[in-house]
């Protein structure tokens, strides 16, 4: 599940915290000293996501008969990828604000059980985001060429791929929370930085008209709300 993998990537995080300390007492000598004093900086991200939904199922009393015991849920997580530019603003020694326009691809796989039995192969929907994320970033104190940060703000995104999912018809606009970890580390010609971050939509992305074609009834009339979840893993070069 997704949330298991981003548990995963956060120990990871975690666990390598200890091997950066040993090196920075070993390294005494700090890369790009003057870097963080620098009022404006760019820089570019590439990282691995990946996209789920919250379900919400109508009351069975609510639903069109026949439909009162099927389901859905999404099954498998596909890898997506997202790139982006980073624009970084600092206010004061620990706080920056980061504009981080970018597009993202992903697929979620949305499975529907009829009376316990799966009732066809999962719904294959793609999205293709245009998104601008505004971030505070409050970093640690700086060890020699290691620095710890969290980092959370609001996303807006825009679904360039919003189709009728052969069964299901959902709005391109939402808003998202994010929230997340990092590290940079300071090499000798540029910033890397490590991240996972977890993004929650606050808006339900379900048109509840659905696509039109009575035989979508299927799929849409057993849902009440769809909520869309991204975990993303980013390297950023600065």
Known sequence: MPLRLFVLLV??????APAF???????????????????LHFGFLIGLNAMDFKVRHKLSADRP?????RYAE?????????????????????????????????QRDLLYIQDGEQDQAPLEIKSTFL??????????????????????GINPRIDLAKT????????????YLEVGTGVDMYLNYFRLSTEIKISVGL???????GT????????????DRLSSRLFVFSFYFE
């Open 21 to 39: 300390s040993q090196m920075e007492k070993k390294k005494k000598v700090p890369n790009l000293p003057s870097f963080d004093y620098k009022p």
């Open 65 to 69: 008969e026949g439909l009162e015991n």
């Open 74 to 106: 999404v099954v498998s997580l596909n890898p997506g990828v997202n790139i982006g530019i980073v624009s970084s603003l600092r206010l004061n020694k620990n706080l920056n604000i980061r504009f981080l326009p970018g597009i993202s691809f992903g």
């Open 164 to 175: 009728e999912n052969d069964g299901l018809s959902l709005k391109s606009n939402d808003l």
């Open 212 to 223: 039109g074609e009575p035989e979508d009834v299927f799929y849409t009339d057993v849902l």
């Open 11 to 16: 120990c990871l995080l975690v666990f390598q």
């Open 203 to 209: 808006r339900n992305v379900l048109n509840p008209g």
């Open 131 to 152: 998104e601008f994320p505004l971030l505070l970033k409050f970093s640690g104190d700086r060890m020699t060429n290691f620095k710890p940060y969290v980092i959370g």
